[in-house]
């Protein structure tokens, strides 16, 4: 059994030794080895081989007379060989001999196409690289003639275009490696002219603001057909157009086609430049620096720096331009410059708002203006405040006008500056009071308080025309003659209406309506006269040295004032356009002003005359211990008979004065008189009477009366005058008639015949009496009519006592 299993063994490695290749029989032959049956399998082999070396016998047995043939047929064509290989030797030899000049012209041609194709490379590189170096070139012509915003385009198209395209060269380096310079140096020299036309405008702003201030007064002065066209038509081109060229330019990448366009955008054809009749802020500034920098950084990429930049720099001079000078308020120049400065910044950036894409927006603009307004409207407050000439105030609220006018019409709110305007308007009236009461006290300071002399026709026109002059009798009376008035009259009614029309004018072109103008005349008109006038009235009529004449002629100016105030009321409704009887008018106060000025006068003359009353009875030297003289009557006093021909002469002046007025004077005369009169009797130093002073007094009260009876001033009827000499006549016929027994019996009844005698008084009397009489008893006590006498006095008084008792309980 086991010889069986390893003959089949031998077998398989047999066959796989038959069928393995050479390389791979390692591992069969090994496991024959390994085994126990090697020299069995030894002996397999052996006949393995021998059988093969027999099957290879009868196959080369079986094929070997074709290989004879085979043999034999080769050896026939090894001659044909030998004759063939002679024919190609030959061949090969001539075509050899033949091919080398064909060989050399191959050689020449292959030489001529390596240089036609190095020749091809070379146009190809040198096509790119010309650009590059012809762009360059242009590059450097472009920055010698400062023509940065196309240098900076190029510079792009180099960088992006050509350079990529050209290769690797070195020159390509060094040029690729001055890029970043040129474009830093393009933006610090674009940024050096900003710089420079930011100095430029400020140093120039003046101009260009009083160039905008002529265009609008221009524009007011022109007809409404014109005034309602575009302002753009005076002086300066359409906004639109500015703008639509701008965002034409900007259409083509966002950049001018040229260095002119980029730079002046303002080139005007010759037609044009002939319809402006004023030059505008482009003609006189050289805008091209902004839009050029602004080109630039908008290309760079740092269009916001520069945005920030400009608006930064730009409020920086809007401080130094509200900034006042502190002497600004002295002269009408220094506003007039600062309000040019004003104007020509913002016409500045309102240009730059309408000709460029957001460099400056309307929001930032209308912050300027807010920051400047109130700056300006403060500024002007402080100023003006300094300021006490009315035509200096005058003109420059004119000034201001113009201003806000200005900028109005380049869209600027201005309503805050017409308030402040309407403020100023206080103080414009308070610097006109000031300067019309110095008018006013020169006049009052220079008439000379007489009725004016009219010789002439002529002059009583001239004289009419100043002052409405109402009174047909004194028109009738011939030449020469007096107008009633002095020469205070037409000045302070002609003053008036000066004072009138400089209000007017400070109103004019404020948009007010011709009732508010209405109202502010007539409220200033009623400071002037219930204010200014009125003091001014008062100090001519209080101050020292005036004597009655003046006082009465400044009665009368003031009569005659007062019924002018109905013209002025119609000169000021004729003016403004505004009717009198129109609905809240403000009236005029000129009638209480001159009403209460008359009644001061009145009062001053009233006064006046009871003061010289007052100096003739300090001449008065009675003798109060006289004795009663018998038989003729006595003199009046010295210095009564005085003071009786001074009142006659002064009452005479008063004939011009309203009737009311004389007769109140000539009372309060004689009132005073009669008052001063008793109060000598009632002096306390005055200790004794007697009946001869009473007498003296008796004949000088009867000589006032007479003065009273003869009527010195017409209109009292009856004895009225008499009135006032009543209360010391009765208490003087009390004592010469010594009738106390009438009077003690009827006292206290209406029908009492002295009635105006108080019994104070005539128990203070009675007691002066008295003591004069208890003197002379010293010497003559023992005679019976003196013992009698004084004890009449005695029973006298201490009934007078009692009735004042009774009285006073």
């Not at 708002?353 to 603009?365: E, K, P, S």
């Not at 009145?602 to 030297?621: H, M, V, W």
Request: hydrophobic fraction near 35%.
């Amino acid at each position: 059994m086991a010889s069986v299993e390893t003959a089949a063994e031998h077998e398989r490695i047999l066959r796989e030794i038959e069928s393995t290749d050479t390389n791979c029989i390692g591992p069969t032959l090994r496991s024959v080895y390994d085994g126990q049956e090697h020299g069995l399998f030894m002996e397999k082999l052996d006949a393995r081989i021998r059988n093969h070396d027999r099957e290879i016998e009868k196959m080369c047995n079986h094929h070997f007379q074709g290989f004879v043939d085979s043999i034999t047929e080769l050896l026939k064509v090894r001659g044909e060989a030998q004759k063939l290989k002679s024919q190609v030797t030959e061949t090969n030899r001539r075509l050899q001999d033949d091919g080398k000049e064909l060989i050399g012209s191959m050689e020449e041609l292959q030489q001529c196409r390596v240089q036609q194709r190095n020749i091809a490379t070379t146009i190809d590189k040198l096509t790119h690289c010309l650009p590059v170096l012809e762009m360059y070139s242009r590059l450097q012509e472009q920055m010698r003639a400062k023509r940065y915003y196309p240098a900076l385009r190029t510079l792009e198209q180099l960088e992006h275009t050509c350079l990529p395209r050209a290769g690797q060269y070195r020159f390509c380096s060094i040029m690729a490696e001055n890029i970043p310079k040129l474009r830093t140096q393009i933006r610090d020299t674009a940024m050096t002219q900003l710089r420079d036309f930011l100095e430029s405008i400020r140093k120039h702003s003046d101009k260009i603001g009083e160039t905008a201030m002529k265009q609008a007064q221009l524009q007011r002065s022109l007809d409404s057909s014109v005034s309602m066209q575009p302002r753009a038509l005076i002086g300066r081109r359409s906004r639109k157009e500015m703008a639509a060229m701008v965002t034409e330019s900007d259409g083509h990448g966002g950049s001018p086609v040229s260095e002119q366009d980029s730079g002046i955008l303002d080139v005007e054809d010759e037609e044009e430049e002939e319809e402006d009749e004023v030059p505008g802020a482009h003609d006189l500034v050289d805008f091209s620096p902004v839009y050029r920098c602004l080109h630039i950084y908008t290309v760079l990429g740092l269009r916001d720096v520069f945005e920030n930049y400009y608006r930064k720099q730009r409020r920086k001079q809007a401080r130094l331009v509200l900034q006042p000078h502190s002497n600004m308020h002295e002269t009408l120049e220094g506003y007039r410059r600062y309000f040019n400065q004003i104007v020509g910044f913002f016409v500045v950036e309102d240009h730059v708002l309408h000709t460029t894409q957001g460099l400056v927006n309307r929001a930032y603009v209308e912050e300027l203006w807010e920051l400047a307004l109130s700056k300006i409207i403060a500024a002007l407050r402080t100023h003006s405040s300094y300021c006490d000439n009315p035509d200096l105030v005058l003109d420059l609220k004119n000034l201001i006008v113009l201003f806000a006018d200005t900028l109005q019409g380049y869209g600027f709110p201005v309503s805050q500056l017409f308030d402040m305007l309407l403020e100023m308007r206080e103080q414009y009236g308070e610097i006109l009071l000031k300067k019309w009461n110095l008018t006013f006290r020169q006049v009052l300071d220079q008439d000379n308080f007489s009725p004016i002399p009219v010789t002439t026709e002529q002059e009583f026109r001239h004289y009419s025309a100043q002052f409405p002059l109402q009174d047909p009798e004194l028109e009738k009376l011939p030449f020469p003659k007096k107008l009633p008035f002095s020469e205070f009259v037409p000045k302070v009614y002609s003053q008036l209406k000066e004072f009138i029309y400089a209000c007017l004018k400070y109103s004019e072109d404020l948009h007010l309506s011709s009732t508010e103008v209405d109202d502010m005349i007539r409220k200033s008109t009623n400071l002037l006269l219930t204010r200014t006038l009125s003091n001014c009235l008062q100090y001519a009529i209080k101050k020292k040295n005036v004597g009655l004449a003046e006082l009465v002629q400044v009665i009368i100016n003031t009569t005659h004032l007062e019924q002018s105030c109905h013209f002025l009321e119609e000169f000021i409704s004729n003016i403004t356009n505004v009717p009198p009887d129109t609905a809240n008018a403000t009236k005029l106060y000129g009638t209480s002003t001159f009403k209460d000025a008359r009644h001061a006068a009145e009062a001053e003359i009233y006064t006046s005359l009871n003061a010289k009353i007052d100096q003739f009875l300090q001449l008065a030297d009675y003798d109060w211990m006289a004795t009663l003289q018998g038989g003729g009557a006595q003199d009046t006093s010295d210095y009564l008979i005085d003071l009786i021909a001074f009142l006659r002469s002064t009452f005479s002046v008063f004939t011009n004065l309203p009737g009311k007025v004389a007769q109140t004077a000539c009372m309060s005369a004689c009132k005073h008189i009669s008052t001063s009169l008793m109060q000598l009797l009632l002096d306390p130093e005055v200790r004794q009477i007697s009946m001869g002073a009473l007498q003296q007094l008796y004949t000088d009260v009867k000589e006032c009366e007479s003065f009273a009876r003869a009527g010195p001033v017409a209109g009292f009827q009856g004895d009225t005058l008499l009135l006032a000499f009543s209360d010391l006549r009765q208490l003087l016929d009390l004592f010469t008639q010594w009738d106390w027994s009438t009077y003690l019996a009827d006292y206290g009844k209406p029908t009492c015949k002295y009635l105006r005698v108080n019994p104070h008084t005539a128990l203070a009397l009675l007691e002066k009496m008295k003591e004069t009489s208890r003197k002379n008893n010293m010497f003559a006590q023992f005679r019976k009519t003196d013992r009698d006498r004084q004890k009449l006095i005695d029973t006298i008084i201490k009934q007078l006592r009692n009735l004042i008792a009774q009285h006073h309980s």
